[in-house]
Every structure is written in C-alpha cells, then in structure tokens.
Nanobody
C-alpha cells in the first residue's frame, strides 16, 4: 500500500520560511514523480512543484519560482519543499502526490496517490 505523509506546515509571518516534508512508503521512489499542490479556500487545487527523484528533474509554477525549492532524499524516500519569502497568498493546505512514472506531472488528475495535506498559514 502506498502512503504519503506530509509534515512541516504551520503559521509564520510574511517573509518567513517553512520546509514541508513528504515521506513515502510502498512507492517505487526512483521510478516515479512526486508533486506538491496547494488549495486555498474557494480556489482550485494548484500544482506548484514536481520532481522526478530518479534524475532530479524539477518543475515550478510561476507563482513559486525563485522562492520555493523541491528536493528529494532517495535514501529516505522523502521529498522536501523549502519555502522562502512566504506571502499571505501562499496560505493554503499543501498536499504531496505521487505517480508511478518518471515524468513531470503538473495536473492533479495525473497523480495516483495523495497525502492528507498540511496547513500553511502566512500572516501579514
């Protein structure tokens, strides 16, 4: 059974940083892709970043490019999202997702497995 567990969310002031973690189990880490999505109240789920751990290819949405960094620790089957220069508009529930194929996936429907989400709140 594939499981994804996010952690690291919280409340920080604008300009601050957080690092989210997505620990995976039961998933062939090196042959897949892990993405990060976020969903704010009343808005659609937004794909913000993706990594293919096998070769390290990454993707960032324009809304987070230059501020967020995705990375993977293949020895721990864990993906991280380092979020810097946070803004109030980054407030959302953040989800990680996995697909068992090594391609950069940016749309929610492309993913097979999802974590439970972690709340990120940025105060102004």
């Amino acid at each position: 059974e594939v499981q994804l567990v996010e952690s690291g969310g919280g409340l920080v002031q604008a300009g601050g940083s957080l690092r989210l973690s997505c620990a995976t189990s039961g998933f062939t880490f090196g042959n897949g892709a892990i993405g990060w999505f976020r969903q704010a109240p009343g808005k659609e789920r937004e794909g913000i970043s993706c990594v293919t751990p096998g070769d390290g290819t990454t993707y960032y949405a324009d809304s987070v490019k230059g501020r967020f960094t995705i990375s993977s620790d293949n020895s721990k089957n864990t993906v991280y999202l380092q979020m810097n220069s946070l803004k109030p508009e980054d407030t959302a529930v953040y989800y990680c997702a996995a697909v068992p194929a090594p391609f950069i996936a940016t749309m929610a429907y492309e993913y097979n497995y999802w974590g439970q989400g972690t709340q990120v709140t940025i105060s102004s």
